[in-house]
T-cell receptor, first 114, second 114 residues
């Protein structure tokens, strides 16, 4: 069975500081991996996705993530956070078949302090 | 990516009544849509997969007679919460899968049952 672990429930970062959100997955085959962001009371927005090729993927809003197969990880990074980055972040894993379900992690809430 | 809308964005109803939530894919024909439920400060829980032209596939533990799903066309899926009770109060979100199994989410519907 597939699963996603986000070990950090809540992270607080100063504005302008770097950020890394951790994600570990369990999947029996080649996974598709995703990071989503959710602002309060809103739906989820796709930040970036990995499905093949270069293990370092770039996303929107200056985010990037690195796929490390040996560590079963897909950590999200940003070199300098902005106050508007405060939100809930979800990592997700899915298969490569069509219209497959995604499995989401429990999320990491990011707080930005001035 | 696909643009997904939901209606209504917020609904309050009395216990025992039924509520219908619409999910529309505005620019993408979707043979499959997903329905999720999210409790405050928690992750998304997949409720069911909506299939155009056939019955929905429900996740284990989700009552199919309580949460009726109809995928009426390639752009519309509806979720009807029948005989709603306060414990059904939640945030309901739908999504449409993309080419690489990424999902594009609607803005969500907040249901409050009094």
């Amino acid at each position: 069975a597939q699963s996603v672990t986000q070990p950090d429930i809540h992270i607080t970062v100063s504005e302008g500081a770097s950020l890394e959100l951790r994600c570990n997955y369990s999947y029996g085959a080649t996974p598709y991996l995703f990071w989503y962001v959710q602002s309060p009371g809103q739906g989820l927005q796709l930040l970036l996705k990995y499905f093949s090729g270069d293990t370092l993927v770039q996303g929107i809003k200056g985010f990037e993530a690195e796929f490390k197969r040996s560590q079963s990880s897909f950590n999200l990074r940003k070199p300098s956070v902005h106050w508007s980055d405060a939100a809930e972040y979800f990592c997700a894993v899915g298969g490569i078949g069509g219209n497959e379900k995604l499995t989401f992690g429990t999320g990491t809430r990011l707080t930005i302090i001035p | 990516g696909a643009v997904v809308s939901q209606h209504p964005s917020w609904v309050i109803c009395k216990s025992g009544t039924s509520v219908k939530i619409e999910c529309r894919s505005l620019d993408f024909q979707a043979t499959t849509m997903f329905w999720y439920r999210q409790f405050p400060k928690q992750s998304l829980m997949l409720m069911a997969t909506s299939n155009e032209g056939s019955k929905a596939t429900y996740e284990q533990g989700v009552e199919k007679d309580k949460f009726l799903i109809n995928h009426a066309s390639l752009t519309l899926s509806t979720l009807t919460v029948t005989s709603a009770h306060p414990e059904d109060s939640s945030f309901y979100i739908c999504s449409v899968p993309g080419s690489y199994n990424e999902q594009f989410f609607g803005p969500g519907t907040r249901l409050t049952v009094l």
